[in-house]
């Protein structure tokens, strides 16, 4: 059996390479955002205290898991036909993915975020690793994670233009952009 066909011998349609091109891409990106709010906050152990283990690799895993999930979420909005023409270059797709993140910012940061803190019965975000309190802190917090979004947006957009179409080819990333 080919890497391209199903348990069943055909070929995996256009709509399934999609999905699997937005749980990629979503995951990818996941990693470099990580990496923002890692390096930039030391977040990963307080997004894994959201499970309750807190530590590093519990905080990785859970936001990887998320950003493929929010990859798939980025086909089921976008993959319309309303969003076609946009969906046909490498500035559309980065475009929309730039939008599906901004909109991920708004809805964890403001809903999702707090919901879950409310749930394991904090009452403030703890951000112990910011070097400076008090205004300083809130405003550098709230830039890391805005940069973080922007981050995930850009290589969420770029990299599922290259797993979809094939001048969003990349030298590095080996895909073969026949049949999309």
Not at 80 to 85: S, Y
Request: with cysteine; aromatic share 8%; glycine share 16%.
């Amino acid at each position: 059996m080919s890497h391209s066909e199903r348990r069943d011998g055909s070929e995996p349609d256009v709509t399934d390479r999609r999905w699997g091109a937005g749980a990629g891409s979503g995951l990818v990106a996941g990693a470099a955002m990580g990496a923002v709010l890692h390096f930039g906050l030391g977040l990963m152990p307080t997004i894994g205290a959201l499970i309750g283990v807190e530590t590093v690799l519990a905080g990785l895993l859970v936001h990887l898991f998320n950003s493929t999930l929010f990859g798939g979420l980025f086909v089921a909005v976008f993959d319309r036909p309303f969003f076609a023409d946009l969906s046909e270059d490498v500035g559309g797709c980065l475009s929309l993915g730039v939008v599906h993140s901004a909109l991920l910012g708004v809805i964890t940061g403001g809903l999702l975020l707090p919901a879950a803190i409310a749930i394991e019965g904090a009452t403030s975000l703890p951000v112990p690793t910011l070097p400076v309190p008090g205004l300083n802190a809130s405003f550098e917090f709230g830039v890391v994670i805005a940069v973080a979004h922007l981050v995930y947006g850009v290589v969420l957009g770029r990299v599922f233009a290259a797993f979809t179409l094939a001048e969003g080819a990349i030298g590095w990333l080996p895909i073969d952009p026949v049949d999309r």
